[in-house]
Every structure is written in structure tokens, then in C-alpha cells.
């Protein structure tokens, strides 16, 4: 869905089974581009996105916010009175916890790789339903039992698509930022110290580990402007000699919901 809305329904979509085999095939040029979910409004960041990002030289190149509605599937094999097994990706599981839980209180959730395998999975299952989008019960000819299951009704996935190209700007951009710091005292407060002298809003600070450092972190920046305004590339010449290492992982529009 997310591929669809950024590059229209001619594109030629290649579903793969995890995150890090999207980044695989755009590195090898297999494909030209790739769309990986980086954040939901309700379950927060996806760490496995982040973290592919550290071993990556790919930009990113445009982001994609998606509402997200979840649908309760079952095939026409299915016992609906005799459902032991719910599928879906493990962040749709939890985004869906307090209607699972007020409607199948004791029924078995088992995480899988994406929600279009649960809907794949379950036509040939009697016992077992999947959660996944209107567009994966048309693709396998399954019935939704039940519409818009998600606890949040506001729920929103923000996607990040990678390339290898750069963006110029277009008057309305995001940078996103990996930087490795000192392991010292006010580290952090250095760091975000010149975006506030240059009157730069930051959207997002998120942290992860930098493996295979014990007790070292990485942070990932997002903040709003291109690396070729003025004010941005004077920051990020404030900051670089402070830290190990400032990557920009690309300037790019921000995304319209």
C-alpha cells in the first residue's frame, strides 16, 4: 500500500520476507527502491529498520504515512466458531491487543514475518484467521469478519523509502541524521546544542546500540530542512568535530498523510 501511494499502480512491487533483505536487493541493484516502515503511531519505532541503516551506504530518498486499518480474515475453509490460531506481524499484534483481547481472550497469536504471509497461510487452514489489510483479503479471496480492528483509529505507519540517489530540495524537506558520539558527560546536550543555535526543529531522536561496542549507542536524528540549506549545513559542521561519526541518511519531502 505504501509502495503504491508513493509511485502509483504501475509499479512493479517484489513483497520480501524481512527488512534487511529490502536493503539486500536495493545495495545490489536488484531493485531501484525500496520501502521499509521506520515508525507506527501507536507501537513506536522499528528497531530492525534502524538498525540496518548502520551497516547501509543507502540514502533515503522520501517518506510515506499510511492510516493503517486492520482487518480480522478468514478463509472459506475456516471454523469460525473453531478458531485456535490468529497470524499476523508481531507490531499488527500489538496494535491490535485490546480487541483480541475482548474478543479472542484465549485464542493463540502467532507472529509471522508480514501480514500478507498470515492471509497467504490461512486458505488452506481450518482453524486459524489473520489480521491484515483490505488489500490482502482481495489478493487471497478472504472474507473480512471483522473491519478496522485496530485500537487506535488513528493508527499511522510513517515509511522510508531508500535508494542510492540524493534529493534536492523541494521547500518542504526532512534530513534524517546517524550519529555516533564520545561515550563522555553531556555527550547528547553538545550534540543538540548548535540545531537549537540555528533554529532547527528536531521531529525525532531515537537511540540504539552500536554493536558490537558494549554500553555504546548511536543516535538516529530527524529534523526538519534540507542538508543544503544554509542553517542545516552550519550545524552539522558544529557538530561533526564533536562526535565519532555524523552520517546524513538523506534530505527528502515530508510526507502528506
Same mark, same amino acid.
Given at each position: 500500500?505504501?509502495?503504491?501511494?508513493?509511485?502509483?499502480?504501475?509499479?512493479?512491487?517484489?513483497?520480501?520476507?524481512?527488512?534487511?533483505?529490502?536493503?539486500? @536487493?536495493?545495495?545490489?541493484?536488484?531493485?531501484?527502491?525500496?520501502?521499509?516502515?521506520?515508525?507506527?503511531?501507536?507501537?513506536? &519505532?522499528?528497531?530492525?529498520?534502524?538498525?540496518?541503516?548502520?551497516?547501509?551506504? $543507502?540514502?533515503? &530518498?522520501?517518506?510515506?504515512?499510511?492510516?493503517?486499518?486492520?482487518?480480522?480474515?478468514?478463509? @472459506?475453509?475456516?471454523?469460525?466458531?473453531?478458531?485456535?490460531?490468529?497470524?499476523?506481524? +508481531?507490531?499488527? $499484534?500489538?496494535?491490535?491487543?485490546?480487541?483480541?483481547?475482548?474478543?479472542?481472550?484465549?485464542?493463540? =497469536?502467532?507472529?509471522?514475518?508480514?501480514?500478507?504471509?498470515?492471509?497467504?497461510?490461512?486458505?488452506?487452514?481450518?482453524?486459524?484467521?489473520?489480521?491484515?489489510?483490505?488489500?490482502?483479503?482481495?489478493?487471497?479471496?478472504?472474507?473480512?469478519?471483522?473491519?478496522? &480492528?485496530?485500537?487506535?483509529?488513528?493508527? !499511522? !505507519? =510513517?515509511?522510508?523509502?531508500?535508494?542510492?540517489?540524493?534529493?534536492?530540495?523541494?521547500?518542504? #524537506?526532512?534530513?534524517?541524521?546517524?550519529?555516533?558520539?564520545? #561515550?563522555?558527560?553531556?555527550?547528547?546536550?553538545? %550534540?543538540?546544542?548548535?540545531?537549537?543555535?540555528?533554529?532547527?526543529?528536531?521531529?525525532?531522536? @531515537?537511540?540504539?546500540?552500536?554493536?558490537? @561496542?558494549?554500553?555504546?549507542?548511536?543516535?538516529?536524528?530527524?529534523?526538519?530542512?534540507? &542538508?543544503? +540549506?544554509?542553517?542545516?549545513?552550519?550545524?552539522?559542521?558544529? %557538530?561533526?568535530?564533536?562526535?565519532?561519526?555524523?552520517?546524513?541518511?538523506?534530505?527528502?519531502?515530508?510526507?502528506?498523510?
Amino acid at each position: 500500500s505504501a509502495v503504491l501511494k508513493h509511485f502509483g499502480n504501475d509499479a512493479v512491487v517484489r513483497p520480501l520476507p524481512t527488512i534487511d533483505e529490502v536493503f539486500r @536487493e536495493v545495495e545490489a541493484g536488484s531493485a531501484h527502491y525500496g520501502v521499509v516502515p521506520v515508525e507506527n503511531s501507536s507501537e513506536g &519505532i522499528v528497531n530492525h529498520t534502524l538498525d540496518c541503516f548502520k551497516a547501509s551506504s $543507502l540514502n533515503v &530518498i522520501g517518506e510515506v504515512e499510511l492510516r493503517i486499518h486492520h482487518q480480522f480474515l478468514v478463509s @472459506e475453509n475456516t471454523r469460525k466458531d473453531s478458531i485456535k490460531q490468529i497470524y499476523a506481524h +508481531q507490531q499488527t $499484534l500489538a496494535q491490535c491487543r485490546k480487541w483480541l483481547d475482548a474478543h479472542y481472550p484465549g485464542v493463540e =497469536r502467532v507472529a509471522l514475518n508480514s501480514n500478507a504471509e498470515a492471509a497467504r497461510r490461512i486458505r488452506n487452514e481450518w482453524h486459524s484467521a489473520a489480521i491484515a489489510s483490505d488489500i490482502a483479503a482481495s489478493m487471497y479471496n478472504l472474507e473480512i469478519l471483522h473491519s478496522n &480492528i485496530e485500537d487506535n483509529p488513528e493508527n !499511522t !505507519t =510513517r515509511f522510508l523509502v531508500i535508494g542510492r540517489e540524493k534529493i534536492p530540495q523541494s521547500g518542504n #524537506d526532512k534530513t534524517s541524521l546517524l550519529i555516533s558520539a564520545h #561515550d563522555r558527560a553531556g555527550a547528547l546536550l553538545e %550534540i543538540l546544542a548548535p540545531f537549537a543555535k540555528h533554529k532547527i526543529s528536531l521531529t525525532s531522536i @531515537e537511540t540504539r546500540p552500536a554493536l558490537p @561496542e558494549k554500553w555504546a549507542y548511536v543516535f538516529f536524528i530527524d529534523l526538519e530542512g534540507h &542538508i543544503d +540549506q544554509d542553517n542545516v549545513a552550519a550545524a552539522l559542521d558544529e %557538530i561533526r568535530p564533536m562526535v565519532k561519526e555524523l552520517r546524513v541518511l538523506g534530505s527528502y519531502p515530508i510526507a502528506v498523510l
